[in-house]
Every structure is written in C-alpha cells, then in structure tokens.
C-alpha cells in the first residue's frame, strides 16, 4: 500500500521562530521525546520517526543536521534563521488507535514539513492589482505610512525621474535598491512589517539580485497612457514579470499544495514596544493572513485550485521568556489578535487552533527573594552582550530575571492607549544538544507546549 503523506506548512515573519521549531519538532520526534500531550507518542502507538530523502527534487531541503550541529556547539549557538523555502521529509511509523486498524499492523506516514517566509504570503494580492494601482497604494503609504521617514531617499529618487521617458535600465537598478532598502530598514527597525510588499523585496530567498526584482511602484498620472519604451512600460513588464514568474509558482507549486499549516508568531517582542508596534504586527497578520479567506474570485481559485488547508494552528512562539502563569495570557492576547484571520479560516472550513509554546525552552523556572517578597522569575544563561540594569553578560554566566506578567484581559493589551507591558526581555543561550549517549540513544530537546502543538496538528492522523 502506498504511504500517505501530509504536508504541514510552517511559515511566519522574520524571526518568529520558523527554524527552531522545526528542528526541535524532529529532534522530538526521532529521538522519542517527552511528549506527554502527543497522544500518539505518550500511549507509545510511535515505532519509529526517521528522516527520508525528501521527494521534490527542486526544493531545498531544510538543513536539519546543520542546525542541530549549531545547537551542538559549546557554547551552544542559535541556528541561522529561514531566508527561502525548504523542505523536510519525517516518516512515523505508528500503530493505529484503533483496534480494526491496528491489526493489519504498522501503519506508515510521511511527514513532509515546509519551511517559507510569511512575507511571501503578501504578495497574494498582487495577483489582481494592476501596476498602476499597486504604485499608488504603495507610493501613498510612503509618504503617509508610520515609516514614512524611511522612504525619504526613495521618494526622492521619484521625484528625479520622468516615469513617462525613456527606458533607462540604471534608473530601474537605483528606484528598485532604494525601494527596497526602504521597505527593509523601515522593517528592520522593530522588527514590524508596515508594508504590504513585495514579499521578495523584504526576503528575496535565491532571488537576492535577480533581474526579476529590478523595479518599483512610479508615480504615474491616472488617465495618462503609458507609451512604449518608457521607464514606467518597462517597470509594469517587470512587475507582471514578477507576479508570472515569482508570486504565482510559489503558490501553485508549494502553497495549494498545503493540508496543514502553523503560524508562528512573535508576540511577546511587540507586546513589549507597545500598542503601535502591536497594531503593526496585527496588520502584517491580517496582510499575510488573507490568504485564509473563503471562495472569492475566480482567479484565487484558479491560483489555489480545489484543495484546502484542513487544519490551522496560530501559535505564539518564545513562551520560556514570561512564567508559566502567563503561558494562558499570551494564548488570550494572540487569540486576539489573528480573531478575523481565524473566523475566515474557519468559515473556510479549517479547524483553527492557537498555542502559547517555547518549541526550544532556554530557560527554567525559579524564585527570587526581593526583600521579604518572593518572585516568580526565569533562569538562563544570557546572550553575550544582553544587559540587565547595568550588568552585561558574557554568554556564559547564569542570571535569573523576574519577567513580568502579562495582563490578564488580553484586550487591555490591545488597546490603543496601553501602555508597553514592560516585559523584562532577554534573549538566552539555548539549552546545548549533548551527542548521543553510550548506548546511541539521542537526546531530545526540552520545549513548553510542543506537544499540544503537535497534536493539534497530527494526533487525529495518527489516531
Ligand atoms: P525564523 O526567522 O522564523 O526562522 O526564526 P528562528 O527560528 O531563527 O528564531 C529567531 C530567534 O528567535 C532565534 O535565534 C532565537 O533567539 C529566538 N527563538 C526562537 N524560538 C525560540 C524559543 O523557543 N525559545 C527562545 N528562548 N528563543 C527562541
């Protein structure tokens, strides 16, 4: 019999956590983690979990190995983030909790993760927007945008060249450089989108330098036709150019293809700035998230084709930075958050989730004696160079910090006239992967709620 396979798409923003949950998901996986929430591996229904060579050729497969060799490292070091799309392919060998099915044997699945930058989920809506349109809306947002002081070389830039001459391919290479410094220091700055895209713009993946992202959104005269070998024709070619040969592929080829997705989130980062920087984070949701919406028109269904993501889970990554008692909160807060991208999933016929987890837990939980008060705190090792108070740490020595809470009515962190929730944020060491023991055993990984994750997102094919 055929092996069936589910593919579970793992995407968010720029350092949401895409990477370390994925190595930590197969590292628990295939050394028999503490799983105590997976049903399948906790009643130990789970033979086996190995890697397969992965089935698509053109993809790049994630570099499990390597990641788990920088965790390995002592000191161990965070592995580098997902810049592109990548592919993993884990097949679990089970027997089945149901009797009748349990007696033809072990049963196989293939799971075949994939790893993408959520910021190329913006570029959905470039499919029905003209060049014209997607100029003024993106041109608007810069002079306007929260970020607008960003765009000012850009804008200047605009205003130096006459969208209506001639081609002229070294004015496109500076509008398009420009453009996109623009869009990547106004994101770099808290770690926020503000932009609707381009996608590639922001992560280029294989594309860094491509001819296919040489241009960017001109000033164009609304009932002004364009002529042929202008700059502004040659710019409109490229941005069609772009959406045939870049948006579309990506989601016919990877996108459709989905049955499940989790999207990580980064919650606690802009929690901390305060109301505007969660304001942001929930626009880029909701830009990245539209992809989650029911019918619509007939170019989305083309583009999509007949399959659905069945099963979507929206989880708040990074949970080992605030206590236990805060984990419910931050599920609250981010339950808030994506609450339209959700009820259209769900309209759409998706069971949707939402998960508080620390897929790699750096920390471990404490008191701390303040006077006659005992806090609650968290213990880890920070980062070289991480401060607290005046003290900045080497990268080796421990530090306990009282972390704050988070506020209990998830709308009073919402509101726009909240203050930030004065998280004390440190960034730690992650626990080190020890080698094998004398018996070949490997050793897992330690995480908060991974589990329930995974068994939102397999239990029920498991089952
Ligand atoms: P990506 O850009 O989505 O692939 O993000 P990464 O997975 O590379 O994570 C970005 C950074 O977030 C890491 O380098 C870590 O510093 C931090 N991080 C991610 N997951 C965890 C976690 O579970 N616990 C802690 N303490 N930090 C995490």
Not at 198 to 224: A, I, N, Q, V, Y
Not at 241 to 263: A, E, M, N
Not at 266 to 290: C, S
Not at 387 to 397: M, N, P, S, T
Request: net charge neutral.
């Amino acid at each position: 019999m055929m092996t069936p396979t589910l593919r579970l798409g793992v995407t968010g923003l720029a350092r949401a956590g895409k990477t370390v949950f994925i190595t930590a998901l197969v590292r628990n996986l295939v050394s028999g983690g503490r799983l105590p929430f997976f049903f399948p591996e906790a009643e130990g229904r789970i033979d086996r979990a190995y890697l397969e060579p992965q089935p698509d050729d053109a993809v790049p497969r994630f570099d499990y190995e390597g990641h788990l060799e920088t965790l390995g490292q002592d000191p161990a070091g965070w592995p580098e983030s997902t810049r592109r799309l990548s592919q993993l392919r884990v097949t679990i060998e089970y027997r089945s909790a149901s009797p009748l099915r349990r007696a033809f044997g072990v049963s196989r699945l293939n799971l075949d993760i994939i790893d993408y930058p959520g910021e190329w989920l913006l570029d959905l809506p470039l499919m029905s927007e003209s060049y014209a349109t997607w100029s003024a809306g993106a041109i608007e947002e810069a002079r306007n945008g929260r970020r607008h002081a960003d765009a000012g070389a850009w804008l200047e830039f605009l205003s130096s060249v006459d969208p209506y001459g001639p081609k002229d391919e070294q004015a496109a290479l500076n509008g398009a450089r420009l453009f996109a410094d623009y869009l990547k220091t106004s994101r770099n700055a808290d770690h926020v989108l503000h932009t609707s895209g381009p996608g590639r713009f922001l992560m280029p993946g294989d594309l860094e330098g491509s001819p296919l992202l040489t241009f960017c959104p001109l000033p164009l005269e609304p009932k002004r036709s364009i002529p042929r070998n202008s700059l502004a024709a040659m710019m409109a070619r490229r941005f069609e150019s772009y959406k045939t040969h870049v948006v579309r592929p990506f989601f016919r080829d990877h996108f459709s293809r989905l049955d499940r997705q989790i999207v990580l989130v980064d919650v606690l980062g802009p929690l901390n700035e305060g109301p505007k920087a969660v304001a942001d984070l929930q626009r880029a949701l909701d830009a990245v998230l539209a992809v989650f919406r029911v019918g619509g028109a007939s170019w989305l269904t083309a583009l999509l084709g007949g399959r659905r993501i069945g099963k979507l889970l929206f989880a708040a990554t990074k949970a080992d930075h605030i206590n236990s008692s805060s984990h419910d909160r931050l599920e609250a807060i981010l339950r808030l958050i994506t609450l339209r991208a959700m009820e259209r999933a769900s309209a759409a016929g998706a069971t949707v989730g939402v998960e508080a987890l620390a897929a790699l837990r750096a920390t471990r939980e404490g008191q701390a004696r303040a006077g006659d008060e005992r806090l609650p705190c968290i213990i880890g090792v920070p980062m070289p160079g991480e401060r607290i108070g005046r003290k900045v740490f080497d990268g080796r020595e421990e530090a306990a910090v009282f972390p704050g809470d988070l506020p209990e009515n998830p709308a009073v962190a919402l509101a726009p006239d909240a203050g930030p929730v004065g998280l004390n944020f440190v960034r730690f060491r992650p626990p080190r992967l020890l080698p094998p023991g004398p018996d070949g055993d490997e050793h897992a990984l330690p995480h908060i709620r991974l589990d329930r994750a995974l068994e939102f997102l397999l239990g029920d094919w498991l089952a």
